[in-house]
Nanobody, 114 residues
Framework: VQLQAYGGGLVQAGGSLTLSCAVS????????MGWHRQNSKNQREWVAD???????AYSDFVKGRFTITRDNVKNMVSLQMNNLNTEDTGVYYC?????????WGQGTLVTVSS
């Protein structure tokens, strides 16, 4: 199973980015999908999750600014990030949960400049 995340980059504070992640390599049933990040202090943080039926949950520090969506046919999850600030800088990892262990993507770097 492979998770390929893309869409990171450099953006100014107040700007927007959209991250996407595609799951491939297996036909297992994907339950929750989501995003975590490793911030500039090297701390791993949960960002957002979405269930198979589309119910989303967000950490307090992104609520109201980020939107997570998924496409069950394409096995993809996206994260629309608006009003970014420098605290959002970090490596963003997508995750996918099936019946077994959690799968992690390789990470995509988001840098927000002031």
């Amino acid at each position: 199973v492979q998770l390929q995340a893309y869409g990171g980059g450099l953006v100014q504070a107040g700007g927007s980015l959209t991250l996407s992640c595609a799951v491939s390599g297996n036909n297992f049933r994907i339950n929750n999908m989501g995003w975590h990040r490793q911030n500039s202090k090297n701390q791993r943080e949960w960002v957002a999750d979405i269930t198979r039926d589309g119910t989303a949950a967000y950490s307090d520090f992104v609520k109201g600014r980020f939107t997570i969506t998924r496409d069950n046919v394409k096995n993809m999850v996206s994260l629309q990030m608006n009003n970014l600030n420098t605290e959002d800088t970090g490596v963003y990892y997508c995750v996918a949960d099936g019946a077994g262990p959690r799968f992690w993507g390789q990470g995509t770097l988001v840098t927000v400049s002031s």
